[in-house]
């Protein structure tokens, strides 16, 4: 079992910044943030691979939101940059165990999932 920590929400004003931070116990092969806004389905924002360090990210934060890692920390990072009021939303954490049948950008794919964090961005 592994447990994730998610820290780093909070307000800010639009074109803020804000870091996530996303520690986890044990071992995975790879680690992504999802989001969910109140009324709308959970969507993925990015992943990485940890052993490759190789990222996706969701094409509406292009630009603006990076996923890097620390990997003898075990903790995955996102930077939001220029945060627009429709970026606010709750902010999840999420672990695969293994390879096998990964879709990064599909939340039944993860094994373990954070508490979240929430993100509030004002106009």
């Known amino acids: 079992q592994v447990q994730l920590v998610e820290s780093g929400g909070g307000s800010v004003q639009a074109g803020g910044s804000l870091r996530l931070s996303c520690a986890a116990s044990?071992?995975?092969?790879?680690m992504g943030w999802f989001r969910q806004a109140p009324g709308k389905q959970r969507e993925a924002v990015a992943a990485?691979?940890?052993?490759?360090?190789?990222?996706r990210t969701a094409e509406f934060v292009t630009g603006r939101f990076t996923i890097s890692q620390d990997n003898p920390k075990n903790t995955v990072y996102l930077q939001m940059n220029s945060l627009k009021p429709e970026d606010t939303a709750m902010y999840y954490c999420?672990?695969?165990?293994?390879?096998?049948?990964?879709?990064?950008?599909?939340?039944?794919?993860?094994?373990?999932w954070g508490q979240g964090t929430q993100v509030t961005v004002s106009s």
């Open positions: 999420a672990a695969r165990r293994g390879s096998y049948g990964f879709i990064w950008d599909d939340p039944a794919r993860y094994n373990y």
């Open positions: 044990g071992y995975t092969y790879s």
């Open positions: 990485i691979y940890t052993a490759s360090g190789r990222t």
